[in-house]
C-alpha cells in the first residue's frame, strides 16, 4: 500500500478515544472509494487504536469482540503496522 492507493474523505473533527488526537480526514485502506460509514474501522494516525464510526459517525472505542476479529483481519493488521511505522 502506499499514500497514492488512498482515497481520503475529510470528517467531522473528532477525538481518538483512545489518544485524543483530533481527526479531521478517514482514508481507505481497503480499496473502497466511499466516505466513512456507520461500523467502519478507523485506525487512529497516532496512536494506531482501533475505533469504530458510531451512527453520527463519532469515533468510539472497538469493542473486544471487535478488537479480536479485527486482530485476525490482515488488511487491518496491515493498516495498524503501517501507521506504527510513521516516523513522529
Ligand atoms: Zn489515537
Known amino acids: ?5 488512498l482515497t481520503t474523505h475529510e470528517t467531522a473533527a473528532d477525538a481518538c478515544p483512545w489518544c485524543g488526537k ?3 480526514r478517514a482514508s481507505n485502506a481497503d480499496g473502497k472509494a466511499g466516505a466513512p460509514e456507520e461500523g467502519d474501522v478507523s485506525v ?7 475505533c469504530v464510526f ?4 463519532k469515533l468510539r472505542k472497538a469493542t473486544g ?4 476479529e479485527l486482530r485476525a483481519n490482515p488488511a487491518f493488521r496491515k493498516a495498524q503496522w503501517a501507521v ?3 516516523e513522529r
Open 44 to 50: 487512529c494516525i497516532r496512536c494506531a487504536g482501533a
Open 1 to 5: 500500500m502506499t499514500v497514492e492507493d
Open 65 to 68: 469482540g471487535e478488537l479480536a
Open 22 to 24: 483530533v481527526q479531521d
Open 54 to 57: 458510531d451512527a453520527k459517525l
Open 84 to 86: 506504527r511505522q510513521l
